[in-house]
């Protein structure tokens, strides 16, 4: 499939495949912790996030066959600063290795985006494109609820129904240990503001490595404390506060079974959704 079949546009952004070019953009957006902060990898360093660019982009390039792939979403109007800046992501990856019956998409985007409506707005074009033009039976999404309840809320606009969980240890076990080591560095290095949700969120998603086996909760338990103290969550709330914010967080984490697994149906999103003028 030509690349220029691969362009799509909405009412505030074009979307094209990435190339190398667009590698330091990408890394760029790694920079913000609360934007990559539901991803499997670990953004901490400028050497991984290049590496993650890198290695995405390239992936990328071998999915035009199949008509699903990795765009860079592109602020031509110049409405979120410089005209032409890339300002997310969005990527209809490989089908869900259990239970996918279509490819899995997943978005990030500059934190300046948020709450106007950019990540809906993308995410229908995706979709548009891949049950409506490319004529794909279904499209999956997986949401861990606790790091992105508005993901969850996009999911049901899009006319997505919930069909489950999905096991974390299914979906995520290549990657824990990055995953682990990012949501730990992300609870360590917070800014004030951030600092306690992060802590908190960061226990949850490791309470469910946990429960899936795949890290000690004692382990799990004392690097959290370690990061309490380094961002100064510790310090404020008092140790004791602490390490029961840790713990009722990595309860919480350990009941989960999984994230919740969304799919919307061709058959669904068409009969929900006016055809484009």
Known sequence: ???????????????????????????????????????????????????????????????????????????EGGLFGESG??????????????????????????????????????????????????????????????????????????????VGRYSRADYEADGARDSIAFQLWRAATSTPDLARRSLEEAAIKIGQFVAAGLEPEETAEASLRAAADQSGVAAQLGDHAARELIRSALRTGVAETGLLHYRVTRKAFLAATPPQA
């Open 85 to 162: 800046r890339m300002v997310g992501v969005c990527c209809a990856d490989e089908p869900l290795p259990k239970g996918g019956e279509g490819p899995e998409i997943f978005y990030f985007f500059s934190r300046d985006t948020w709450g106007l409506g950019v990540a809906s707005e993308v995410a229908r074009a995706v979709v548009r494109y891949l049950l409506a033009d490319l004529g794909l039976g279904a499209v999956e999404a997986l949401i861990d609820p606790g790091l992105n309840p508005a993901s969850v809320r996009l999911a049901e606009k899009l006319g997505m129904a919930l």
């Open 1 to 75: 499939m030509a690349s220029d079949s691969y362009v799509l546009t909405t009412e505030r952004f074009t979307l094209r495949p990435l190339s190398a070019t667009d590698g330091p953009a990408m890394a760029a957006l790694g920079t913000d912790p609360e934007v990559v902060k539901s991803l499997v990898l670990d953004w901490s360093t400028p050497e991984k996030r290049r590496a993650i660019a890198e290695d995405w982009i390239a992936k990328a390039g071998g999915w035009d066959e199949r008509g699903y792939g990795m765009w860079g979403v592109f602020d």
